[in-house]
């Protein structure tokens, strides 16, 4: 069954397994706010729990807002969970009530038990040497959803985030993929983007997994991300929902696996994806986006088959239950 809460909307979520255990944090805001436009600012981490990737059991909260004056006073948006240093470390981004939330911010939080959370404040901030910062005519400092890993090779923590360029696009296509080194998970610093821009306003929630014989960045954005450029060729369409970079070595360079998302579709009905490897088997996962009529879902789907062609391609089956819902 699909995990779905009665009283809160759910959005984008992150994966951290513990033995056989999955657990799944989400943000998550009231649905009595009545209009989900209005979610960001109230957004928290939600956390759940399964063996089967369907029966969901509701945990305690993971995050909150910090307390005023904090990095995270507004809010607690997506991130990534590892395990390192003997214990889980969650990186996520934080929103301040100084800017109302327009600048994002990278902070972290540990725990003994994936359960109780201890914060460890801000970590990481946008570096202007090649990432865009707040300046009139765009949105936000967009800095946000880190994807954290240990590279036993270069021994260092690396970080992928959504960020945009500092120049070499028009304003509606700078989206690229950021990235971030540590050797100790406190000392971060930026280095020049793992992506080249061009294609979107943004590119969010990044996921980096080794499949088909690649490496690949899951991303997402929506039919209004599309820049105009992009746009501009033959064959792409304004689509939302979940798309691929892939590279052959680990920090790339990065590029489109074709213009073509992975899951997608004008509406997004499906979005932030992910991918799972359980029992030995990959599953994609999404939030359920927008119904038919464009009323807000706010939902986990279910696991959704993916598969790897002969030359590496990767494909997900959208379920039956899911194609109903859409």
């Known amino acids: ?25 989400y943000l998550q805001a009231p649905r009595s706010l009545g209009d989900p436009d209005l979610r960001h600012h109230r957004a928290t981490v939600g956390h759940a729990v399964s063996t089967d990737l369907r029966t969901w059991e509701v945990l305690p909260d993971a995050l909150g807002p910090g307390e005023p004056g904090d990095f995270d006073d507004l809010a607690t948006w997506t991130g990534s969970v590892i395990r390192a240093d003997g214990a889980w470390q969650m990186f996520y981004t934080g929103v301040s009530r100084a800017e109302d939330g327009s600048v994002q911010r990278i902070g972290r939080a540990s725990s003994p038990d994936l359960v109780t959370w201890t914060k460890h404040g801000q970590v990481l901030t946008t570096d202007p040497r090649w990432y865009e910062t707040l300046h009139d005519g765009v949105r936000e400092e967009a800095w946000r959803d ?75 954005a929506t039919a209004d991300d ?44 499906h979005y932030a994806g992910r991918l799972l490897h359980h029992r030995g088997e990959w599953h994609f996962f999404a939030w359920e986006n927008l119904d038919d009529d464009g009323t807000f879902l706010g939902r986990l789907t279910d696991p959704m088959p ?21």
Do not use: N
Request: proline share 7%; net charge negative.
């Open 306 to 326: 993916v598969h790897v062609g002969p030359g590496g391609e990767l494909r997900v089956d959208v379920s039956p239950a899911q194609r109903q819902r859409r």
């Open 226 to 269: 599309h820049s105009t450029a992009r746009l501009s060729r033959s064959g792409t369409r304004a689509e939302g929902g979940t798309h691929v970079l892939s590279a052959d070595h680990q920090l790339g360079p990065y590029a489109l696996d074709g213009d073509d998302f992975l899951v997608g579709d004008p509406l997004a009905r």
């Open 146 to 220: 880190p994807w954290v890993w240990w590279d036993e090779p270069t021994a260092r923590f690396h970080m992928l985030l959504t960020a945009r360029a500092k120049e070499g696009a028009a304003l509606d296509g700078r989206g690229v993929v950021g990235h971030a080194t540590s050797p100790d998970l406190d000392a971060w610093e930026a280095g020049p983007p793992v992506s080249e821009p061009g294609e979107f306003y943004h590119l969010e929630v990044p996921q980096l997994v080794h499949l088909g014989g690649r490496w690949r960045i899951l991303f997402c």
């Open 1 to 25: 069954m699909t995990l779905a809460l009665a009283d809160r909307w759910i959005w984008d979520f992150w994966f951290a397994q513990d033995g056989d255990a999955v657990h799944v944090f």
